[in-house]
């Protein structure tokens, strides 16, 4: 949810904290702060409310140097955005810290330290946590183990770390349900909640496990586990660099993104199928006798790709694979039954969202032959935890709406259709047909982003609408569902999708001619019953915008309509779902909001 960053060298570490930040702002854009121990000594903290920009206009108003410091980016969960609430918090002079996820125990610790003499100046739950560890820094003079035995206290999720002016070697860092990693360097290290934030400095990698705890220097790592054995954990090689975050010439992430999809979406498949064949090995050594086993899927997903997993339950159950498709956070907190021989499948393009890795955690004791993940990030915490991870190949993704995940995601989930038909009587023929689909698939979407101009034409009839309904049959309802929630995320039009065979059941009533209703109309069996739906929209006077297939023919009257040519019926939910990426885009646009950085969002919800 947050963003952290943290380094010790024997150079000046702003200019690599702001960078870092900067980077990291996708994860939340309420405040920033950072805290460095300066050459004298002392510990200076800065902190802004509002993005990374407006701390980086207080630095060069009032510079500071150091050689240790730690920063954050926040994203609000306890107190509202205020420089009283944001990061780094401190007690007196003895500790600086900075924290992402939820401590839900607060309450009480926050009573006790105050019983103590402890005087609070935020509504956070991270105060707490400098003010526990100054407590026990009273008694106890080494920081590694006050902060050992600090989260020892600590109820919920946390990813910490922690400076003190009397500790000039080292930082301490841990984490318990929120991502950590630390980058290597030569004689100088750091520390992030992302690699992305450290990719100009380093590509060597430590992840810690859940639990760690880790004390940080210039020439060295040292790292304990939950139990405070000292661990060793593997160094990892980013593959990815860090050209990615540039916009070119793109006015915004998210439209680069958007335009990246033929390329990333070529990338997911590379490998994977070759002259008509699904290439089954590229899944990992452990996938086909879990595929074997696998008689039902479970998938567990939040926003976005939940409705990834609800478009998968159509494909899955076309080829005889029962599968339900849950929101992690309902998922967790409730009963499940596992039918046997049931494989858990999660999807998240940071494989650290909060509900869905604790789901995955939750699941290892319900039954399930395994677990598998879809996921965009080879270090997140989804893909090392779950027994078959396949990888999206999006790359980073900066702009906090999914555009280019979405599509990978749903060219993954096409890919696992495949080898779970195979087990199902799929036969040589058709599998090759729809292989074929597949790698026409990146062309088909650069086709339609050809329609970027018409679709910004388009998107002003929606400049000065409240409310737009989005309509789909089949697994076209997932799209809608989709389509609607990039509408509302960006451009803040309260946007709502139905089943188009729905209509009559109630969301009819709110269609009048302020009211635009959006709908892809595929080339598909369900067609003529969409058609009909939409007779009954222009019968109460809503205004139809349209995205078709070139041979569907439309007799209504006042609709706009664009064509797509050339769609694949088993990847057309792919394809159907970009123009209402650029539909959203484009009407954000034209209402002048933040489209990379929405308001009250995250990138990354780490937290529950």
């Known amino acids: 949810m947050c963003g952290i960053v943290g380094a010790i060298a024997q150079r000046n570490v702003v200019p690599i904290l702001m960078e870092g930040l900067q980077r990291l702002e996708y994860r939340g854009y309420d405040s920033a702060g950072l805290a460095v121990r300066l050459n004298d000594g002392g510990l200076e903290r800065i902190r802004a409310v509002g993005k990374v920009a407006r701390l980086r206009e207080l630095l060069a108003e009032r510079p500071i140097e150091g ?10 969960t306890h107190g509202m955005p205020a420089e009283r609430n944001a990061h780094p918090h401190m007690s007196g002079e ?23 003499g402890y005087h609070f100046t935020s509504d956070t739950d991270t105060e707490v946590i400098a003010h526990l560890l100054a407590s026990i820094l009273e008694t106890e003079t080494d920081l590694l183990r006050a902060v050992q035995q600090a989260v020892k ?24 349900g929120s991502p950590l990693v630390i980058g290597l360097g030569l004689g100088e290290n750091f520390i992030a909640s992302d690699v992305f934030a450290l990719l100009p400095v380093t590509q060597r990698f430590v992840f810690l496990d859940e639990g760690d705890v880790a004390e940080v220097s210039r020439t060295g790592l040292c790292v304990y586990d939950a139990e405070g054995r000292p661990v060793e954990r593997p160094e990892r090689v980013s593959q990815l660099s860090a050209s990615t975050a540039d916009k070119g010439p793109y006015r915004h992430y998210m439209l680069k993104e958007i335009f990246e999809q033929p390329a990333v979406i070529a990338e997911t498949l590379e490998g994977r199928i070759h002259k008509g064949r699904l290439l089954e090995e590229s899944f990992g050594f452990e996938a086909k006798d879990l595929f074997d086993r696998t008689l039902g899927v479970h998938i567990i997903a939040c926003g976005t790709s939940y409705h990834a997993g609800m478009v998968a339950k159509y494909w899955l159950e076309e080829v005889g694979v029962p599968c339900a498709v849950e929101v992690a956070s309902e998922y967790r907190y409730r009963k499940v039954v596992v039918p046997p021989g049931t494989l858990f499948l999660s999807i998240s393009q940071s494989g650290e969202t909060a509900d869905t890795l604790a789901a995955l955690r939750g699941s290892r004791q319900m039954g399930y032959i395994g677990s598998m993940t879809i996921c965009n990030v080879p270090e997140s915490s989804l893909t090392r935890e779950s027994d078959v991870a396949l990888m999206t190949r999006a790359g980073p993704e900066i702009g906090v709406a999914s555009t280019k995940a979405f599509t ?23 599998e090759e047909v729809l292989v074929n689909e597949l790698h026409a698939l990146p062309r088909q979407v650069e086709v339609v982003l050809e329609l970027n101009d018409a679709i910004s034409a388009m998107a002003d009839a929606f400049a ?4 737009a309904l989005f309509l789909g049959r089949g697994c076209f309802y997932p799209i809608a569902l989709e389509g609607a929630l990039k509408m509302k995320e960006i451009s803040y039009i309260h946007a709502e999708a139905y089943p188009a065979g729905e209509l009559k059941h109630g969301p009819l009533a709110l269609v009048d001619a302020e009211m635009p209703v959006v709908c892809a109309l595929p080339k598909d069996p369900l067609l003529d019953k969409v058609l009909s739906n939409l007779q009954e929209v222009r019968a109460r006077g809503g205004e139809l915008f349209l995205f078709s297939d070139k041979e569907v023919r439309i007799e209504l009257d006042r609709f706009q309509n664009l064509t797509l040519s050339d769609i694949h019926p088993s990847t057309a939910p792919i394809t159907y779902s970009v123009p209402l990426q650029l539909l959203a885009y484009h009407v954000a646009v034209l209402k002048g909001t933040d489209v990379d950085q929405p308001r009250n969002l995250a990138k990354s919800v780490t937290v529950e």
């Open 67 to 76: 050689a240790l410091g730690i920063a954050h980016t926040r994203w609000a």
């Open 408 to 430: 990978t995601q749903l060219t993954a989930l096409r890919l696992l259709t495949l080898a779970l038909a195979r087990r199902r009587g799929l036969t040589r023929e058709r």
């Open 464 to 467: 000065d609408r409240k409310d």
């Open 94 to 116: 003895k500790v600086a810290i900075v924290h992402n996820g939820i401590i839900e125990n607060h309450v009480e610790l926050r009573e006790e330290l105050k019983a103590h």
């Open 153 to 176: 206290r600590l109820v919920g999720a946390y990813a910490l770390a922690v400076a003190s002016p009397q500790d000039p070697e080292r930082m301490v860092v841990a984490r318990a």
